[in-house]
């Protein structure tokens, strides 16, 4: 019963308050850091003022912004709504999601606007990728880091402590979450809140308060240290998904 006591109370003593224990699986899951003050907002509620992208595709509905295909507005391969105010280098951005479950979405950071051979879609963009899906079943689900438009497909899953490795690929240094803990998390149907933290090489996502994947880029080749924003709608079966409240702070 000592040992049993003692392996309850460690995770909190050890890590402070910003750390939550688990009763499900008996992880610690961090908790997101408080909102820093002065975040700039990056959409203003009433138009895409600062924002590039397909105008069959996306518009401002209700005082969100709204992208959706369908069968007479299909996209032609995924295509983004991109944030033209500037690149990001390390930041923290923050934001609100729901979409529907007939395909997926992202949240494009560090990445680059292609604009060559691309005919019919303007708004090509690759880099990485937090994914955004209206699922709660790992692994498919929102927050895991994706290589839009690269080689190494999915580079960090959602519930992952993990670094890549120049020579060997990806390293997994722990779990930060079971498939359990994900489905309390996610609200599906509903608006999710999401942080996006990245310093150096380093990144980390949150989802409705509680961090979900943990990354550290360590492919001097490959790692992206800065680039621009963006939004996605995923080529294929028609879809939509909607975002609020985003806002960006420039760390230093």
Not at 115 to 142: C, D, F
Request: proline share 3%.
């Amino acid at each position: 019963m000592i040992r049993l006591l003692f392996s309850l109370v460690v995770p909190v003593v050890a890590f402070g308050s910003a750390v939550a224990f688990s009763s499900v699986s008996g992880h610690a899951s961090e908790k997101a850091p408080p909102e820093p003050a002065g975040m700039q907002a990056l959409f203003n509620g009433k138009d895409l003022t600062g924002w590039d992208g397909d105008p069959r595709l996306w518009s401002v509905r209700d005082g969100v912004i709204h992208g959706e295909t369908t069968e007479r507005n299909k996209a032609q391969g995924n295509t983004f709504l991109i944030w033209k105010e500037g690149k990001v280098h390390d930041f923290e951005l923050r934001l609100s999601f729901r979409c529907n479950a007939t395909n997926n979405s992202g949240i494009q950071y560090r990445s680059k606007h292609i604009t060559e051979g691309k005919v019919g879609n303007a708004w090509v963009v690759r880099g990485y990728q937090h994914e955004i899906r209206n699922e709660n079943m790992l692994p498919n689900v929102s927050g895991f880091i994706y290589d839009e438009g690269g080689k190494r497909g999915r580079i960090c899953l959602a519930g992952e402590h993990a670094v890549w490795e120049a020579s060997d690929g990806k390293k997994v240094i722990s779990n930060l979450l079971d498939a359990e803990e994900f489905r309390q998390l996610m609200k599906v149907d509903q608006w999710n809140d999401v942080v996006i933290i990245a310093r150096g090489n380093h990144m980390q996502h949150y989802l409705n308060g509680k961090k979900i994947l943990d990354f550290t880029d360590k492919d001097p080749e490959l790692a992206l240290l800065d680039g621009i924003l963006a939004v996605q709608l995923h080529a294929g079966e028609p879809m939509w998904v909607e975002f609020k409240n985003i806002r960006l702070s420039h760390l230093k």
